[in-house]
T-cell receptor
Framework: ELKVEQNPLFLSMQEGKNYTIYCNYS?????LYWYRQDPGKSLESLFV?????AVKQEGRLMASLDTKARLSTLHITAAVHDLSATYFC????????FGAGTRLTVKP | GAVVSQHPSWVICKSGTSVKIECRSL??????MFWYRQFPKQSLMLMAT?????????EQGVEKDKFLINHASLTLSTLTVTSAHPEDSSFYIC??????????FGSGTRLTVV
């Protein structure tokens, strides 16, 4: 069974600083996804990474994929308060499996 | 973009009753539908996978007689929680996979069993 490990589980960030969330997965997969979830809401798609070396950026978030290491990172640059949310990575093979999530809070 | 309409967004029911949750793909054909359950402050756990016209495949530990899934058409899948109990209270989310292998999530249903 495809397993997805995400860390850290909790991240308390200071505004203006940089942080990274890591996502490891156990077997070869088709695609890797990053989602954001606000309390009481469903998932908001952030990135889809398809191939080794893929890098995507949107605003203060940048995601990368290393399929050889089975590792993806979500890098946060100069954190701001509105990034506070829970972030999930997910990996697909036959179905989609999720990491445990990283609960991110940004403090002034 | 692809949209999946999920209803109801929230429901409160009495213990022992049944609740049906509906997911409809509005502008694409969902070859496969996935149903997830999310307890507070936890991740999404896959409950079952269904293909149109076939019986659903349930994950280990998920009771197929309690969580009835119907995927009768390429645009509609339903999850019925039968004889609901307070421990079934959770956030249920569907996800539809289209022919391009893209995944689209519904808006979720918060079920509270009292």
């Amino acid at each position: 069974e495809l397993k997805v490990e995400q860390n850290p589980l909790f991240l308390s960030m200071q505004e203006g600083k940089n942080y990274t969330i890591y996502c490891n997965y156990s077997t070869t997969s088709d695609r890797l996804y990053w989602y954001r979830q606000d309390p009481g809401k469903s998932l908001e798609s952030l990135f889809v990474l398809l191939s080794n070396g893929a890098v995507k950026q949107e605003g203060r978030l940048m995601a990368s994929l290393d399929t050889k290491a089975r590792l993806s990172t979500l890098h946060i640059t100069a954190a701001v308060h509105d990034l506070s949310a829970t972030y999930f990575c997910a990996v697909t093979s036959w179905d989609m499996r999720f990491g445990a999530g990283t609960r991110l809070t940004v403090k002034p | 973009g692809a949209v999946v309409s999920q209803h109801p967004s929230w429901v409160i029911c009495k213990s022992g009753t049944s609740v049906k949750i509906e997911c409809r793909s509005l502008d694409f054909q969902a070859t496969t539908m996935f149903w997830y359950r999310q307890f507070p402050k936890q991740s999404l756990m896959l409950m079952a996978t269904s293909n149109e016209g076939s019986k659903a495949t349930y994950e280990q530990g998920v009771e197929k007689d309690k969580f009835l899934i119907n995927h009768a058409s390429l645009t509609l899948s339903t999850l019925t929680v039968t004889s609901a109990h307070p421990e079934d209270s959770s956030f249920y989310i569907c996800s539809a996979r289209g022919q391009d292998n893209g995944y689209t999530f519904g808006s979720g249903t918060r079920l509270t069993v009292v």
